[in-house]
């Protein structure tokens, strides 16, 4: 089905929107990322000294997904570093690219990194759905077959953008950062190359797609009153690299099964919960709903995440949330990822 028999089929745009993605792919604008650009001869080696993951190794066109954790091992920030010649590229949440920059400068003393944040100067792009790898490889033939967190240098009408690979939200996703000035530029390059199959798309749909892949957020699943661990960040996470800020605590709460909590998926009939909602099961509350969203398909139902003890963290678990009207059911959809 091509985006507009998916819009004509009924439920308006966000309902014709979120079936594409599904069928064919959409494009997103995501003003809620932004760019940071790293160079200097330490830099790698510092932040492979402040994050979870081991990116020291990352070869050129390469990238990971890390996360900044305080002492205390908490959430501080998700980001994926992309490893270029002579620099990095690091995608972050808008909101979090200051306290990364400000994160790195704290922990910088004689070595040589300079951050350059590019949220004002630049434009990310996203596309995603089964049919995304193969637009954007018509639109960027060397984007063919880059691997999750990969990264290439792409040429847009003169100007360097970066294409990336990203975490799956309708299967298949990929992210473009280039110059604000290319990015109508960017958008009718890939429309183009989509031939009727790419679909443009809202941050609404975008929110729900997020919660049905069970993403986690920066400040509702992600802040420092969770642990990587706790919102299954288990692939930005290496057991094995030296230390770095916080690493005992997450190793600990790896070897000694200190997980109390765990990010899940929840569904239930009805519109969206209150973010904060208590979440009980048997009269004991057992969580909270972090994120929620109308599911864009016409069909009543609604999507959210949130953490629950870990014994309640089973797919199919009957589940009550507190809300103004009084308590609704919901069930346990399934882990976050």
């Not at 064919?24 to 510092?46: C, F, I, S, T």
């Not at 990352?58 to 002492?71: D, H, Q, S, W, Y």
């Not at 997980?259 to 057992?286: K, Q, Y």
Request: charged fraction near 25%.
């Amino acid at each position: 089905m091509s985006p507009a028999a998916a819009s004509a089929a009924g439920g308006g745009p966000a309902a014709g929107a979120y079936r594409a993605a599904h069928e064919e792919a959409v494009l997103v604008d995501r003003p809620d990322l932004a760019a940071l650009r790293l160079e200097g001869k330490d830099a790698l080696d510092l932040l492979h000294r402040l994050t979870t993951n081991d990116v020291k190794g990352l070869a050129e066109g390469m990238g990971a997904a890390t996360v900044f954790t305080t002492a205390k091992g908490r959430i501080v920030a998700l980001a994926t570093l992309h490893r270029l010649k002579g620099w990095l590229h690091l995608l972050c949440d808008a909101a979090h690219a200051g306290t990364i920059r400000d994160w790195i400068d704290r922990y910088t003393f004689r070595e040589e990194v300079r951050v350059e944040d590019r949220s004002a100067s630049h434009a990310t792009l996203l596309v995603t759905g089964p049919r995304s790898e193969g637009i954007v490889a018509r639109a960027f033939p060397s984007a063919a077959g880059l691997p999750r967190h990969g990264v290439v240098q792409v040429d847009l009408d003169g100007e360097a953008g970066l294409l990336v690979r990203t975490f799956p939200v309708a299967s298949d996703a990929w992210l473009l950062t280039v110059p604000g000035a290319f990015a109508a530029s960017a958008r009718a390059r890939l429309l183009a190359a989509g031939a009727g199959r790419l679909m443009t798309a809202p941050l609404e749909v975008f929110e729900a797609l997020r919660i049905e892949a069970g993403l986690p957020a920066a400040g509702k699943e992600m802040t420092e009153d969770h642990n990587p661990w706790e919102a299954r960040l288990d692939d930005a996470i290496s057991l094995s690299k030296g230390c770095y800020v916080g690493q005992e605590v997450i190793a600990r709460l790896n070897t000694y099964r200190k997980v109390a909590r765990l990010l899940v998926r929840l569904e239930a009939e009805g519109g969206p919960f209150p973010e904060g909602a208590e979440i009980a099961a048997d009269s004991l509350t057992i969580g909270r709903v972090t994120s929620s969203a109308a599911l864009p398909d016409g069909s009543g139902r609604s999507l959210s995440l949130g953490y629950v003890r870990d014994e309640d963290a089973i797919a199919g678990k009957p589940v009550t949330v507190t809300t103004p009207g009084g308590p609704r059911p919901a069930v346990v959809a399934g882990p976050a990822r």
